[in-house]
């Protein structure tokens, strides 16, 4: 079955530190990918996507992802955390004829320490 | 540009009761979807459209109904509330379903 995961609900990190989140997928064919952040309080706003252009994907806010096939995985990073970046992280997928369905992962809790 | 506009922002209602979420958007956008968002359950999505008169059922649709009408309303209708539809509900729009979506600012509601 198509699914989209993403490990661990919470993830923390010092100021300055890289920011790993992860994402992976289960499709025999390439998705479009996404990642999306969503601040307190707030609704969601994209930070990057995936559409088989370039597999290293530049987003907002010095976030960046990368397409591993082999790895079936999208994990967004960025090399410094702010404390600004605190907020939730969701992975969203849309499969190869999926009736355009958005499929959302979970999402991932990062906080930030100073 | 207003974007992707919904009411209420609060709403309680009691088991039982019906009513219906109102989402509208001004950009055009030919798919618009909804989604409940629960603690540690992420966005699931409850239906989507891809256009004026066509809707489809998502991972929940259980208890909600939609139509699409017009390119710019995507009404959500709860037909008898739940207390277990308690949660947050976004509405989100986008030129197509492999374009970035524009959220809206959400609606709570709680079902006592």
């Known amino acids: 079955a198509q699914s989209v995961t993403q490990l661990g609900s919470h993830v923390s990190v010092s100021e300055g530190a890289l920011v790993l989140l992860r994402c992976n997928y289960s499709?025999?064919?390439?998705?479009?990918l996404f990642w999306y952040v969503q601040y307190p309080n707030q609704g969601l706003q994209l930070l990057l996507k995936?559409?088989?252009?370039?597999?290293l994907v530049k987003g907002i806010n010095g976030f960046e992802a990368e397409f591993k096939k082999s790895e079936t995985s999208f994990h967004l990073t960025k090399p410094s955390a702010h404390m600004s970046d605190a907020a939730e992280y969701f992975c969203?997928?849309?499969?190869?004829?999926?009736?355009?369905?958005?499929?959302f992962g979970k999402g991932i809790t990062l906080s930030v320490r100073p | 540009n207003a974007g992707v506009t919904q009411t209420p922002k609060f709403q309680v209602l009691k088991t039982g009761q019906s009513m219906t979420l109102q989402c509208a958007q001004d950009?055009?956008?030919?798919?618009m979807s909804w989604y409940r968002q629960d603690p540690g359950m992420g966005l699931r999505l409850i239906h989507y459209?891809?256009?004026?008169?066509?809707?489809d059922q998502g991972e929940v649709p259980n208890g909600y109904n939609v139509s699409r009408s017009t390119t710019e309303d995507f009404p959500l209708r709860l037909l008898s509330a739940a207390p277990s539809q308690t949660s947050v509900y976004f509405c989100?729009?986008?030129?197509?379903?492999?374009?970035?979506?524009?959220f809206g600012s959400g609606t709570q509601l709680s079902v006592l």
């Open positions: 989100a729009s986008s030129y197509s379903a492999a374009e970035k979506l524009f």
């Open positions: 499709s025999s064919v390439p998705p479009y």
């Open positions: 995936y559409t088989s252009a370039a597999t």
């Open positions: 969203a997928v849309r499969f190869s004829g999926a009736n355009s369905k958005l499929t």
């Open positions: 950009m055009n956008h030919e798919y």
């Open positions: 459209s891809v256009g004026a008169g066509i809707t």
